[in-house]
């Protein structure tokens, strides 16, 4: 800037002895002044670490992976396994993110285009294929969600939907998916402000469920609250089957980060501010996972969760409902807390469930390197802009979930099993991006980045293969569930999606032969 300056002035004082010294002054001067504030609001637009973390926490982080943990892993014992999953997975995880991110930045981040950068366009169709039909079983999950939250709002308890024969239930959560998908194929988007309003209010209750039950103790000292004893010994995880199948709960819960990416190189001093961001950012996820742990160990006891499968199906289903609606009672306002978390869930189960079928669809059938790979059919565009037939697509695998979990007994042990199989699901589509990163290192003098994970190359790769066979364990043990059912349901959906992404370019290599 100094040196700018420093320009100007000597250019200002060489033009004064120039007969056109005004003219030539107010084009110079204006064009030097122009160039010296553009440069100025390109620093002031960088983002500082500090916000990329809370962005990124915002990202990852919900209510439920609180809930689902403390249920799922016997109360106050998951604790020793976040501890682990943060330090041995999560944190080598967002650095590697934010290196690929670097390195592609021009790229706008997605992982599909990560693998065509270092591998070939066929290995990229495969990773955009993964991260679609992920969201099948997570759309799946949204209408059933939907239907949850909007009876808890209404009938402010769990018996009413889980009184509800299951096929009606399905029924109802098939509807629902239609009028998503027809939303969507008609190119509206207008549901992202009211997504965006409603996370903002369940990222903010989260937070406040915490502060407020820590402190309902001192406010409210004569309620109900379960008094056990807080030692290491309780903390120390029972190492059984149920223990190793339900890891991928965990992995699904802090996956995700991978959509702060585009923001790596926005940062001030990207190599310096950006691990810092993640260091911040997984000091904010583990303070949330142990302390709401604790502040859920207050109010719930895991035997009462673990006394039988219909309790525990009833805890997976309603524990983030209850633990909002004894908060009410702790502070005498009844229902309010539970009431509003309950609305926020309706418009985001809905939200989301219109987004998930547009946008990774999109991300599928928008990509130019990739469209060899698919049929012609599926690459229909209607008059929205919106590929209506890959919409139809999606109906017809979410749907065949839906209408097979009609015969499931019980609206809770649905919820269950859609909970089971998105965490076997969706982390499927984390394992591209260590595929993405080790294929980046073995381009390491070729792909520039300007901020690196590691600069030791073994290192850096032994993460990479670290990471993703945590991931694939994850998912492979999580297919297991001693009800058969869930367990078939666990295999067969996997199984049918990826045949289904290996026989598409199949059908788009014979439509050219034609």
């Given amino acids: 800037m100094k040196t700018q300056l420093g320009v100007l002035q000597k250019t200002n004082r060489e033009a004064m002895r120039n007969p056109l010294a005004p003219v030539f002054l107010r084009i110079f001067g204006q064009r030097e002044r122009r160039s010296i504030h553009v440069e100025k609001t390109k620093t002031d637009s960088r983002i500082k670490w500090t916000t990329l973390a809370f962005m990124a926490f915002s990202t990852v982080w919900g209510f439920g992976n609180v ?20 330090a041995l997975y999560f944190i080598p995880y967002t650095l590697m993110v934010g290196e690929l991110g670097s390195a592609f930045k021009n790229e706008g981040g997605g992982v599909s285009s990560w ?22 079983t997570y759309i799946a999950s949204k209408g059933s969600g939907f239907l949850k939250a909007l009876s808890w709002a209404i009938f402010r308890n769990a018996e009413t939907y889980d009184s509800i024969p299951t096929l009606y239930v399905q029924l109802a959560t098939f509807c629902i998916l239609l009028v998503g998908c027809y939303i969507a194929s008609r190119g509206l988007n207008p549901l992202k402000k009211l997504l965006t309003a409603a996370g903002t209010c369940t990222f903010v209750m989260s937070l406040l469920y915490i502060v407020m039950m820590f402190a309902a103790p001192a406010i409210n000292p004569n309620a109900e609250y379960v008094t056990r004893p ?24 802090v996956g995700g980060c991978e959509k702060i990416s585009p923001y790596v190189n926005k940062v001030e001093n990207p190599s310096k501010g950006f691990p810092k961001s993640m260091i911040a950012l997984a000091g904010m996820v583990v303070a949330c996972a142990i302390l709401g742990t604790i502040a859920m160990g207050k109010m719930f006891d895991p035997a009462v969760i673990n006394e039988s499968t219909a309790s525990f199906n009833a805890y997976a289903a309603n524990s983030s409902y209850w633990a909002f609606q004894k908060l009410g009672q702790y502070y005498h306002l009844g229902d309010l807390f539970m009431i509003v978390y309950a609305l926020c869930n309706v418009i985001s189960q809905f939200a989301v469930l219109v987004l998930s079928i547009d946008a990774p669809l999109r991300m599928l059938l928008d990509n130019e390197h990739t469209k060899q790979f698919i049929p012609q059919g599926l690459q229909k565009v209607n008059d929205c802009g919106v590929h ?7 109906a017809v695998l979410s749907g065949s979930i839906i209408l097979v979990q009609s ?23 984390y394992l591209w991006v260590f595929v993405a990163y080790v294929a980046l290192r073995n381009h390491f003098k070729e792909i520039p980045a300007e901020y690196r994970f590691v600069k030791n190359q073994v290192v850096a790769k032994f993460f990479g293969g670290w990471c993703f066979a945590v991931t694939a364990v994850c998912c492979v043990l999580g ?9 078939a349901l666990n295999v067969i959906t996997p199984v049918v ?12 290599k014979q439509e050219k032969k034609v």
């Fill in 67 to 86: 809930t689902n943990g403390f249920v799922y892993f016997n109360g106050r014992q998951v604790i020793l396994s976040w501890v682990a999953m943060f």
């Fill in 115 to 136: 693998i065509h950068q270092t591998t070939n366009a066929k290995l990229a169709y495969y990773a955009g294929w993964t991260y679609w039909a992920c969201h099948i």
């Fill in 230 to 253: 807080f030692t290491f010994q309780e903390l120390i995880p029972n190492f059984n089957v149920a223990y190793f199948t339900s890891l991928s709960i965990l992995v699904f819960a």
């Fill in 388 to 394: 209506s037939n890959g919409i139809k697509l999606v």
């Fill in 407 to 429: 015969f499931v007994p019980g609206a809770a042990a649905v919820l269950r099993q859609l909970t089971k199989l998105n965490s076997v699901c969706m982390p499927m589509r």
């Fill in 479 to 487: 297919m297991y569930d001693k009800d058969p059912f869930t367990f």
């Fill in 497 to 508: 999606l990826t045949a289904l992404g290996i026989i598409l370019p199949m059908i788009a």
